[in-house]
């Protein structure tokens, strides 16, 4: 059995200094100081020309110097809702089953995949102003080393299975198969789309596809009940 307890969140750049809100003023805040200086290097120069306009001063010409200020601020689109469903999805649960064993008698076997549909809503499109959308899939693993195959952590339970987990490939367009060698998700790792996605008045979806696999260095497998919870994040930079 495979759940999903998917966290919806809104990935925004953490640069309080820079980030542009709606509804608030910061840029007002930031438009009102330009302002101000503008106003003192104008008036010093305005005093420096009726100085210099005076036949006949009274006292040495004063120069002044003026004061160059930069301002910038960035700005960044929408971030987007994430929702999921649609496929073999039930509510937020991807269920398998039951498989044979006999399916992963070898290491690296992986079964059929299921899929379901990623969509992203209320989004602003990063690539309008040169940004690169990416997806984070978190949750726990049993090969650290490559940190693609996802299980729960096993409670000692007799009835929870070992030596195998779950693998996720999320492209564009759904596929019947799948395998270790594909552009697989890797835990805590935020990770460029394998291909270009489109947004449609605020809006864009793709496909994620989940199998069941052996690790490669799975030397024994036990069959049970198999459990993975996972979160996918998605943010531009």
């Known amino acids: 059995m495979f759940g999903t307890a998917t966290e919806q969140k809104k990935s925004r ?8 809100t709606k509804g608030r003023n910061p840029v007002l805040q930031v ?8 106003s003192v ?4 120069f305005l005093a420096s020309s009726v100085m210099a306009d005076d036949p006949k001063p009274k006292y040495p010409a004063t120069i002044t110097s003026g ?3 930069q301002l910038r601020v960035s700005v960044y689109p929408d971030p987007c809702d994430i929702e999921i469903g649609g496929g073999d999805m039930k509510g937020s649960e991807l269920n398998f089953g039951s498989l044979l064993a006999a399916e992963f008698s070898h290491e690296g076997n992986v079964s059929a995949p299921k899929s379901f549909k990623l969509k992203l809503t209320n989004c602003g499109d990063p690539g309008s102003l040169g940004l690169i959308p990416k997806i984070t899939v978190s949750g ?6 490559h940190g693609v195959i996802f299980s729960d952590p096993s409670s000692g339970d007799s009835g929870t299975s070992e030596g195998l987990g779950f693998i996720i490939l999320i492209e564009e367009n759904e596929k019947k198969k799948i395998g270790l060698n594909d552009q697989l998700s890797i835990n805590h790792q935020e990770m460029e789309f394998p291909f270009q996605v489109e947004f449609d008045e605020g809006s864009a979806e793709m496909y994620v596809m989940v199998a069941i696999a052996r690790g490669i260095d799975s030397k024994v497998i036990q069959p049970g009940t198999l459990i993975a919870h996972v979160t996918f994040t998605y943010s531009y930079q």
């Open 13 to 20: 750049l953490n640069d309080p200094s820079t980030f542009l």
């Open 31 to 38: 438009v009102m100081r330009c302002f101000c200086w503008s």
């Open 41 to 44: 290097m104008v008036l010093l």
């Open 67 to 69: 004061v160059n200020v």
């Open 140 to 145: 726990n693993t049993i090969d650290a080393e």
